[in-house]
C-alpha cells in the first residue's frame, strides 16, 4: 500500500525557516518524480514544487523560487521541502504528492504551515 | 501561466442527479487534464487523467470529456458520497489548478 507521511509543519514567525518531510512506502520512490501542493485553508489548490526521481532536475512556482528548496534522498524513501524567508502568504496545509505521468496519483495527509508573529 | 477556471463555483444537486463540472483553460492543453475530488480535512482524490481516462477504482458513473481548453466532468447519478469538491488540473505546461467546484447536497 502507497503511504506518504509529512512532518516538519508548525508555527513560525514571518522571516523565518521550516523544513517539511515526507516519508514513502509501498512503492519504489527512487522511480517517481515526486511533488509538493500547498493549499490554504478553505481555499484552493497550488502546485509549489517538483523533483526528477534521481534529483538531478527541480522546478518551483514562481512565488517560491529563491526562498525554497526540494529535495531527496532516495537512500532513506524521503522527500524534503526547506522553507526559508518565509511569509504570510506562505500559509497552507503543505501536501507531499507522487507524479504519475503529470497527474498526483497518492497524496499525504498533509502537514499545517501557518506563518504568524 | 496557463489558468484554470472552473463553473460554477458552487452546484447544489440531489442524490440520482446528473451534475457536469465545466473547466475551461487560458490556452490549449491539448487532452492534459486531470480531475480531483476533495472532501474536508482530506487531501485530494485522482479520477480523471487525460481528460476523460478513470483512475483504477473510481466509479464508472465518473466520466471526463474535452480537449483543448474546454473539458467537463460529468457524475451520471450522485451518490451520497460524491457530495465534495471537486478541482481541475491542466499539466501541459507545469501545473495549474481550478479554483474549485463545491457540490452541495440541495
Known amino acids: 500500500e502507497v503511504q506518504l507521511v509529512e512532518s516538519g509543519g508548525g508555527l513560525v514567525q514571518p522571516g523565518g525557516s521550516l523544513r517539511l518531510s515526507c516519508a514513502a512506502s509501498?512503492?519504489?520512490?527512487?522511480?517517481?518524480?515526486m511533488n509538493w501542493v500547498r493549499q490554504v485553508p478553505g481555499k484552493g489548490l497550488e502546485w509549489v514544487a517538483n523533483?526528477?526521481?534521481?534529483?538531478?532536475?527541480?522546478y518551483y512556482v514562481d512565488s517560491v523560487k529563491g526562498r525554497f528548496t526540494i529535495s531527496r534522498d532516495n537512500a532513506k524513501n524521503s522527500l524534503y521541502l526547506q522553507m526559508s524567508s518565509l511569509r504570510a502568504e506562505d500559509t497552507a496545509v503543505y501536501y507531499c504528492?507522487?507524479?504519475?505521468?503529470?497527474?498526483?496519483?497518492?497524496w499525504g495527509q498533509g502537514t499545517l504551515v501557518t506563518v504568524s508573529s | 501561466d496557463i489558468q484554470m477556471t472552473q463553473s460554477p463555483s458552487t452546484l447544489s444537486a440531489s442524490v440520482g442527479d446528473r451534475v457536469t463540472i465545466t473547466c475551461r483553460a487560458s490556452?490549449?492543453?491539448?487532452?492534459?487534464l486531470a480531475w480531483y475530488q476533495q472532501k474536508p480535512g482530506k487531501a485530494p482524490k485522482l479520477l480523471i487523467y487525460?481528460?476523460?481516462t478513470l483512475e483504477s477504482g473510481v466509479p464508472s458513473r465518473f466520466s471526463g470529456s474535452g480537449s483543448g481548453t474546454e473539458f467537463t466532468l460529468t457524475i451520471s447519478s450522485l451518490q451520497p458520497d460524491d457530495f465534495a469538491t471537486y478541482y481541475c488540473?491542466?499539466?501541459?505546461?507545469?501545473?495549474?489548478f481550478g479554483q474549485g467546484t463545491k457540490l452541495e447536497i440541495k
Open positions: 504528492a507522487r507524479w504519475g505521468a503529470g497527474v498526483a496519483d497518492y
Open positions: 523533483i526528477k526521481e534521481d534529483g538531478s532536475e527541480k
Open positions: 487525460k481528460a476523460s
Open positions: 509501498g512503492f519504489t520512490f527512487s522511480s517517481y518524480w
Open positions: 490556452q490549449s492543453i491539448s487532452n492534459w
Open positions: 488540473q491542466q499539466y501541459n505546461s507545469f501545473y495549474s
